[in-house]
């Protein structure tokens, strides 16, 4: 069974410029979350989708965005980007929330801003 | 706030041998999981262990162990018979079971394996 994939692995953008990023959970999985890391903040939650809805929003600008559509594919979109937008982007999947099972994450989306 | 720390920033330990990652969170939650999820140079996270806090039993997972100790609020890692292909960065993180699927991640602890 094939894991989480993302798209694109690697990217560079201008500030200024938007990006969206893509991802496609584990099969039959309905939770997708985002995470950014970098050196600096380490770990730190973006969102979480389920059926189409976010359920749960981290401490980031609304410059951040994501949607989840009905296949449970999810994007997520950096608009007016900025030199500190430059990260590794992962996301994660899961059966569903609320449950506690496990989460597999993606390889990650490296975006460098400059 | 909820947070947690990992105190060792790097830890190093010889081929077979054994060593052991610190972890200390913070919640007043009374429902949650613990993980440690290993980050090898691909990036790649990669669930080790999963504990439930309600259950008392520590996890184990072939060579890799926990000592969850719920009123101190520790939850340590420990490899047993350390292998190169356990060199990797370290993240501890919880999940409230009521919040969904948000990870709350500490700043990890690089393990350096030495042949």
């Known amino acids: 069974k094939a894991g989480v994939t993302q798209t694109p692995r690697y990217l560079i953008k201008t500030r200024g410029q938007q990006v969206t990023l893509s991802c496609s959970p584990i099969?039959?999985?309905?939770?997708v979350s985002w995470y950014q890391q970098t050196p600096g903040q380490g770990l730190q939650f973006l969102f979480e989708?389920?059926?189409?809805?976010?359920?749960n929003k981290g401490n980031f600008p609304g410059r951040f965005s994501g949607r989840q559509f009905s296949n449970s594919r999810s994007e997520m979109n950096v608009s007016t980007l900025e030199l500190g937008d430059s990260a590794l982007y992962l996301c994660?999947?899961?059966?569903?929330?609320?449950?506690?099972?496990?989460?597999?994450f993606g390889e990650g989306s490296w975006l460098t801003v400059v | 706030a909820q947070t947690v720390t990992q105190s060792q920033p790097e830890m190093s330990v010889q081929e077979a041998e054994t060593v052991t990652l610190s972890c200390t969170y913070d919640?007043?939650?009374?429902?949650?999981?613990l993980f440690w999820y290993k980050q090898p140079p691909s990036r790649q996270m990669i669930l080790v262990i999963r504990?439930?806090?309600?259950?008392?039993q520590n996890a184990t997972e072939n060579r890799f162990s926990v000592n969850f100790q719920k009123a101190a609020k520790s939850f340590s890692l420990k490899i047993s018979d350390s292998q190169l292909g356990d060199a990797a960065m370290y993240f501890c993180?919880?999940?409230?079971?009521?919040?969904?699927?948000?990870?709350?991640f500490g700043g990890g602890t690089r393990v350096l394996v030495k042949p």
């Open positions: 994660a999947s899961s059966l569903d929330p609320n449950s506690g099972n496990t989460i597999y």
């Open positions: 099969s039959g999985h309905r939770s």
């Open positions: 989708y389920f059926s189409e809805t976010q359920r």
């Open positions: 919640t007043s939650e009374s429902d949650y999981y």
């Open positions: 504990q439930e806090a309600y259950k008392q």
């Open positions: 993180a919880y999940l409230i079971k009521a919040a969904g699927n948000k990870l709350t």
